[in-house]
């Protein structure tokens, strides 16, 4: 929407200040654990994930809670691409997927980082709506 939140956005991910909810990163499949203490996929690349709650690295403990999203397997709140991000490297959301609300993922900590950063989420999208709401 707007490019100067976008930079914003950038320099929050250079600087290790705090993630927000609604930040995607893109985490390896290994870090992504199910409540029921296995791994959300056994695929040996990474998957989506979008963080439930705000996560300062300074402050806060091993794991983030968060919500993997898959292209490929149905299930969960469709979720569109993002519309291109003018001045955005890294977005990760350019296709038509499922967030899947119904399977929280703890996150270690350590795999929340500007190199796995890749956007925030709209503020005033459906899914926001619902993280917030499942919170
Ligand atoms: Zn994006």
Redesign the pocket.
């Known amino acids: 929407m707007s490019g100067n939140w976008e930079i914003f956005d950038h320099l929050r991910a250079e600087f290790d200040a705090p993630y927000e909810i609604g930040t995607?990163f893109l985490v390896k499949n290994e870090k992504l654990i199910k409540r029921d203490g296995r791994r959300f996929s056994n695929d040996p690349n990474g998957h989506p994930v979008v963080i439930a709650n705000r996560y300062n690295p300074r402050r806060h403990g091993p794991n983030v809670t968060g919500y993997p999203r898959s292209a490929s397997v149905p299930g969960g709140l469709t979720h569109e691409a993002?519309l291109p991000?003018s001045g955005?490297l890294v977005?990760i959301?350019n296709r038509t997927g499922w967030v899947k609300l119904h399977i929280p993922v703890a996150i270690s900590s350590a795999e929340v980082n500007a190199s796995t950063f890749?956007?925030c989420e709209e503020t005033n999208s459906k899914l926001m709506h619902k993280i917030k709401g499942v919170r």
């Open positions: 995607w993002h991000h955005r977005c959301i890749s956007c």
